[in-house]
């Protein structure tokens, strides 16, 4: 990992704010140049939150079983990819992987931080195509003698838009392939059968996985992401990361949703219930020609004609993602797995769609 950082990260005395300097409570605060008086009645909005997120991080260990010591959280997991750039790769030199079709935001905050992107395009049918991947590291590693290198290798498991999951051994199998830095980004693992590449951690100290409490726990709002790395990756992540970057309504908001995981297990198996009643009602539509298996809270349909398909379902107020200018997406439309109300809505409207 040393070897991979940017060198002014690896050598970076990071900020040391006031709250790291003192855990625990006080009666009296005059280390961090905060107004006393507190305008939201017993908010604390006056005060700093902690910087290191620690009673979030424990119950996180305590309910999501990732170790405390292996832990760092972002302002969702779009604040740790943009991190994990910034750790590794030389504006203007280094590079990243990525295997469209997939996340469009590691694309833009590689452009933002003026890094360069390859691909290795996924299979039509949303695999991992292992022959063009091996022949394309072993060729990136022969014609290393540049001033950059690919650094960084991206996942998206369960994938965004196709919605499937890789198994954990192509995951493994990636980690063998490749020795820069692979990151495995589980938005959607909750919803999904298969294992988490987190069981990976201990023989692949160059695997990075990012979770988060935007989808199955239902706190978009709360912008909770989490890394889960090597310890000593994750100093690097915390000495790197803005001071307080994550507040403290998020927080306590995050404390509240793991607090109350019983009830978002429940909730988690409506929606899976309903993804396989919405999957089987979808195959009967006449506009429909393929519904892509999904271990996410969403569907990639392919249609007759997604734009018209698209715009029509607007006009009846129902939004959905028109996918159709991806890698093997053609006529595809993403439809986010909804309430049960929400889902015969749509059913309905594509029911009554007619072909023009």
Not at 202 to 209: A, C, H, K, M, T
Not at 274 to 289: G, M, Y
Request: with cysteine; hydrophobic share 40%.
């Amino acid at each position: 990992m040393r070897e991979l950082l940017r060198k002014n990260i690896a050598n970076l005395t990071p900020y040391s704010c006031a709250r790291n300097d003192f855990t625990g409570k006080a009666e009296v605060y005059l280390d961090a140049n905060e107004n006393w008086q507190d305008f939201v009645e017993k908010a604390d909005a006056n005060r700093y939150p902690d910087p290191l997120s620690v009673a979030v991080r424990k119950k996180v260990e305590e309910v999501l079983g990732l170790p405390f010591s292996k832990t760092v959280l972002g302002n969702g997991s779009d604040e740790l990819i943009d991190n994990l750039l910034r750790c590794f790769c030389e504006p203007g030199k280094d590079s990243i992987l990525l295997m469209p079709p997939t996340y469009g935001a590691y694309k833009v905050f590689a452009d933002i931080n003026d890094v360069g992107v390859s691909t290795v395009p996924l299979t039509p049918s949303f695999g991992i195509d292992f022959p063009a991947l091996s022949e394309f590291l072993q060729r990136e590693k022969e014609n290393r003698g540049g001033e950059g290198r690919l650094k960084l290798l991206f996942i998206c498991s369960p994938n965004n838009p196709s919605g499937n999951a890789f198994p954990l051994d192509e995951v493994r199998q990636v980690c063998e392939l490749f020795d820069g830095i692979t990151v495995v980004d589980e938005a959607y693992y909750d919803f999904s059968e298969k294992e988490s590449a987190v069981k990976l951690l201990d023989s692949y100290p160059n695997l990075v996985v990012l979770r988060t409490l935007s989808k199955c726990w239902a706190l978009a709002s709360a912008r909770v992401g989490i890394a889960v790395a090597d310890e000593e990756m994750v100093s690097v992540f915390r000495s790197m990361k803005y001071p307080y970057n994550l507040g403290t309504p998020s927080q306590e908001l995050a404390l509240k949703a793991l607090g109350n995981a019983a009830e978002v297990e429940k909730g988690l198996c409506l929606i899976k219930d309903e993804r396989l009643r919405l999957e089987e009602k979808l195959k009967t539509l006449a506009c429909v020609r393929t519904v892509f298996p999904s271990d996410a809270n969403f569907f990639l349909v392919r249609v007759s004609d997604a734009l018209s398909i698209y715009h029509y379902l607007a006009g009846m107020g129902i939004i959905v993602r028109n996918r159709s200018k991806e890698l093997h997406c053609e006529n595809c439309l993403r439809v986010t797995i909804g309430s049960r109300k929400e889902n015969d809505r749509l059913l309905a409207a594509l029911a009554a769609y007619k072909e023009r």
